[in-house]
């Protein structure tokens, strides 16, 4: 596509449809990936916790105001939309944080077939697929979620690791062999849930494995 072919295609992009910041939901330009206000407030360097198991997971933001506000509208408010440029800020810690890291694969936390049925998509595929799209590595559903437990955020931090034991399976246990996988989702939290992907995983006898989360949670 020429340059002036994606300068037509903006302009008419921009004239049907309203942008909006994904933090505030102010209108913004149509190649600005934030307000001009709420770009100020970002962290200047990612956040850095380690899953269950001590796997590194690398975050732009705090689980916390305008960030929070980002995430709800994102994951319950049918706004997958703001995958794009959510993914770009997550990008940017990934950059950071690995970058002496090639990964071979760029996959996410699975969502269960009825939970994905009621809200239509899963938030972490999409940022999933976005950061695969925007570091030029190849994207792949690698894990399945086979049972239906409760979710993280209802119970107590004390019961979360025991919630998602047995929940998860490889889908190609083959494929998985030798790669190096960066998983996503959408935040962290005590860290149980990508502990629990990397470790079946890492069953698979997989390579070295590292995760990105939008927001990581100050409060365990």
């Given at each position: 596509m020429t340059?002036?072919?994606?300068?037509?295609f903006g302009t008419i992009k921009g004239f049907f449809f309203t942008v909006r910041c994904p933090y505030c939901g102010s209108v913004i330009e149509l190649a600005k990936n934030s307000c001009d206000k709420c770009r100020k407030k970002f962290p200047e360097m990612p956040l850095v916790r380690y899953a269950t198991g001590g796997y590194i997971c690398t975050s732009p933001f705090p689980y916390e105001k305008i960030f929070r506000n980002a995430v709800i509208n994102f994951k319950f408010h049918n706004c997958g939309i703001y995958a794009e440029p959510l993914a770009h800020e997550m990008?940017?810690?990934?950059k950071d944080v690995y970058c002496d890291k090639d990964f071979d694969i760029v996959t996410c936390v699975p969502m269960h077939k009825d939970t994905l049925k009621e809200r239509g998509y899963n938030q972490a595929?999409?940022?999933?697929?976005e950061c695969a799209k925007l570091l030029g590595v190849e994207y792949a559903d690698l894990l399945a979620k086979t049972k239906k437990n409760k979710t993280q955020h209802s119970i107590k931090a004390a019961e979360r690791a025991k919630n998602v034991i047995g929940v998860y399976s490889p889908i190609d246990?083959?494929?998985?062999?030798?790669k190096r996988i960066l998983i996503i989702?959408?935040?962290?939290?005590?860290?149980?849930?990508?502990g629990e992907c990397a470790r079946i995983l890492n069953k698979c006898k997989c390579?070295?494995?590292?995760?990105?989360?939008l927001?990581?949670?100050?409060?365990v």
């Open positions: 340059h002036f072919i994606k300068n037509v990008v940017r810690a990934i595929e999409l940022l999933a697929r246990k083959n494929f998985i062999k030798g989702d959408d935040i962290i939290t005590t860290g149980s849930t990508l390579g070295e494995i590292c995760c990105c989360t927001c990581t949670s100050l409060l």
